[in-house]
């Protein structure tokens, strides 16, 4: 159960003005704006002598509406900027987009294969926010080989890949009903109770979202009646370049939308992959270009409970988007800092791997099996599994393995008599040691 706040009054006092003046309040504010405290955090920070917690309340609220950029007409919903978001949103600016991030991270020859793995990412993170239970390795596997899906989480996974795939050929679009209702059908295909409900609007008031372990309702959406007006609203939104003159920053106008379709609920189910969708699809259109190798839902996967508490301090604060806003802001930063963590060490791994055409007649491929088996000499290596590391077929993958087998770099091992693992040749060490000398 979340606390609700202290209630504000209408009339702002000459004691909350007076306390706005003291330098020592002002610190207090801007670091709880910054982080965009909620009341049962800001109640616990220490106060100023002869100021209450209610009293403090009441100024960060008022310093908030000050911040205030936009407000959803119909909802109230309210859209502030802090230094921090502007600050953060500026350090996007100079990473996500644009042609100085595109020379910076990304090695060119390597950039289909970290975009294929992001994008599986991103499918199974944000299906298993969802309830998807596959885990990576099965599901990585499936999307890979494009198996069949067996199940409805395995399906979830499948679609919402799909959907990613789409969304990245229609960037370029505006945002419209259709383009909505495409994306949830996607998103939901064969894996809803009723199959009507696939890209479909809801047409009953039966939606609530609940607590998934108390059961407890937490927000009641609007009517059915009033998607199709606010679906027409979040168009205007999304497609306008200025919304009643003053600028909304894209990466605030992305996770707007995400809000905003996550309020209103539009979908008997699938609200949440459709939500995030939009999120993306917009973050492409606006040219955030790394976007498609971010792994966001995986950090929001990993911070679910921060997620939606986002969302229900939002509700129960005058629906003031901020603390979704600064939640969502802190997940691209940490989503972009493990996407050139996970760079370095893939690039790393690349340089060693140089280290084995020293050999002579060693492919990229053989090099990056064989610095596999100097990392871990007890690896046991499968085709198939080397297959999706390396995205060829099985007959490419042989080949290559085979012809390390013949130099005794790796040896073959029955299984269950009837196919064979690898695991590290007998000639592998001498072979390692006369490289190292050589050196």
Known sequence: ???????????ITIQTLTLLKSEEVREIIDSANEKYLYWSELKYKKCPQGITHENLWQVVSLSRDMLVNYVWPKYQIRIPVTNYMQGICHYFDMNFGGSWGSNSILPDNDRERFLVSSIMEEAISSSQLEGASSTRKVAKDMLRRNIKPRNKSEQMIFNNYQAIRFLTE????????????????????????????????????????????????????PSYVEIPSFIDELCGFANKQNDNVRFI???????????????????????????????????????????????????IYRSKASYERAYLYAENDRNDMGYFITYHLRTLE??????????????????????????????????????????????????????????????????????????????????????????????????????????
């Open 1 to 11: 159960m979340i606390e609700l706040p202290p209630k504000q009054g209408d009339r």
């Open 249 to 299: 920053h894209p990466i605030i106008k992305a996770i707007a939308i995400h809000f905003m379709v996550a309020y209103i609920h539009p979908f008997v189910d699938g609200n949440g992959r459709t939500a995030r969708a939009l999120f993306y699809w917009y973050m492409l259109k606006s040219g955030y270009w790394l976007t498609e190798y971010l792994s966001i839902s995986r950090i």
């Open 334 to 439: 940490i989503a972009f800092k493990e996407l050139k963590s996970y760079i370095e060490r893939k690039i790393t791994q690349k340089q060693r791997a140089v280290d084995f055409f020293q050999l002579g007649n060693i492919n990229e491929r053989q090099a990056s099996i064989l610095s596999m088996v100097r990392d871990d000499p007890g690896i046991v290596m499968t085709i198939k599994q080397l297959c999706g590391k390396f995205q060829v077929s099985q007959p490419t993958i042989k080949s290559d393995i085979d012809k390390l087998v013949d130099r005794s770099l790796l040896s073959r091992i029955k299984v269950n008599g009837k196919r064979y693992d690898y695991i590290k040749g007998s000639s592998f060490d001498s072979c390692l040691e006369s490289m190292i000398k050589t050196e």
């Open 170 to 221: 229609h960037k370029e679009d505006n945002l419209s009903s259709g383009l909505i209702l495409r994306i949830h059908e996607l998103m939901t295909k064969d894996t809803l109770d009723d199959p009507r409900d696939e890209g479909v609007f809801r047409s009953t008031d039966d939606v609530v979202v609940a607590n998934h372990v108390t059961g407890e309702v937490v927000h009641t959406p």
